[in-house]
Every structure is written in C-alpha cells, then in structure tokens.
C-alpha cells in the first residue's frame, strides 16, 4: 500500500528556516517523480516543488531561491529545505507522487499534510 | 504562464447533475486531471487524462475536454459529493510546472 507521511511543520518567525519530511512506503521514491503542493488557510492549491526520477528539479516562481526539493534514497524520504520563510509560505504543505507520460502528470498519491505557519 | 479558470462555485440539488468547466487557451490540447477535496482532508484524484477515472472512483464521475473548456461532470449527484473541485494541467511550455484552477466548491442543496 502505497503511504506518504509528512513532518516537520510548526511555527517559524519571518526569515527563519524549517525542513519538511516525507517518509514514502510502497514505493521508491527515486524512481518517481515526487513534488510538494502547498494550500494557505481558505485558498486553493499552489505548486511548490518537483523532483524527477533522474534529479532535476524546479520550482514555482514564489519559492524559487528560498525552497530546496531533495530526496535521501536510501531513508525513502522527499525533504523541502524552506529557508528566508515569510508570511505568505504559511499553508498545509502536501508531499504527492506524480504519475507520468511522455506528455503529462498528474498526483495519484498524496501525503495527509503539514502545516507551516510563519509569524511572529 | 498558463492560467486555468473555474467558477468559484457550483449549486446542484440531490440526484441531478453538475458540471464545473476549467477554462484556459486551447485547453483542448492538453491533459486535464481533476482533484476533489473535502474539508481537513488531502486532495483525491478522481478523473485523469481528461476523462479516466481510478479504480475506486464512482461511474457517476466523468470528465471532457475540447477547445478552451474541460468539464468535469458529476451525474447522480450525493450529499457526499460536496467538496471543492480542482482542476490541473501539466505545464511544459518553458519551466516544466503543474498548473492548478482556483478550485469550485460544489454545494448540493
């Protein structure tokens, strides 16, 4: 059965960092293509994050240079480094696995969140 | 960047149909995944590939796609389909990115 848990949120002051976790089973991790979606309070989904099977990775605009997507392959785990944190990165941050083609994806698995809440 | 657009909501009474549209340019040529997402809980996939739905996924849930609109249909509708409703799309036309629409809240009256 296919799990993903998430860890690491909790309450931050503006400019600091934090680490979220996300402890995969059922699958391996670096042979998918993993991506973290962040939702503020009462707002929609937000791309944050992918991380291809090979490594490359992207960002979305509002989070790039800050946010880091990485995996630890023998721990199974996909971790965002979140750092220069602002108020408007407070959100439940959701871990997903993408399911691919050659000319789309779309998240068939998602973690149950973590909520980041930055302020002061 | 693209840019998905759904109404902020939909009202519908038990038993009857609805349908919340996901416009952008030429959607058509895309591949349009639709989540649903009931309060304190993670989004569910329920339709992919326009029109696929995984194993689990009631027949009621069916979705289109053509010109600039995707419609998600929802025939039959339950109590317990009321959520909120994304749509998404894979973005590659310069950064590869995933594209989601603002989100409907479905309300069964």
Known sequence: ?120 | SYVLTQPPSVSVAPGKTARITCGGNNIGSKSVHWYQQKPGQAPVLVIYYDSDRPSGIPERFSGSNSGNTATLTISRVEAGDEADYYCQVWDSSSDPSVVFGGGTKLTVL
């Open chain 1, 1 to 120: 059965e296919v799990q993903l848990v998430e860890s690491g949120g909790g309450l931050v002051q503006p400019g600091g960092s934090l680490r979220l976790s996300c402890a995969a089973s059922g699958f391996t991790v670096s042979s998918n293509y993993m991506s973290w979606v962040r939702q503020a309070p009462g707002k929609g989904l937000e791309w944050v994050s992918v991380i291809y099977s090979g490594g490359s990775t992207y960002y979305a605009d509002s989070v790039k240079g800050r946010f880091t997507i990485s995996r630890h392959n023998s721990k199974n785990t996909l971790y965002l480094q979140m750092n220069s944190l602002r108020a408007e990165d407070t959100a439940v941050y959701y871990c997903a696995r993408l399911s691919t083609t050659v000319t789309t994806k779309w998240f068939d698995y998602w973690g149950q969140g973590t909520l980041v809440t930055v302020s002061s």
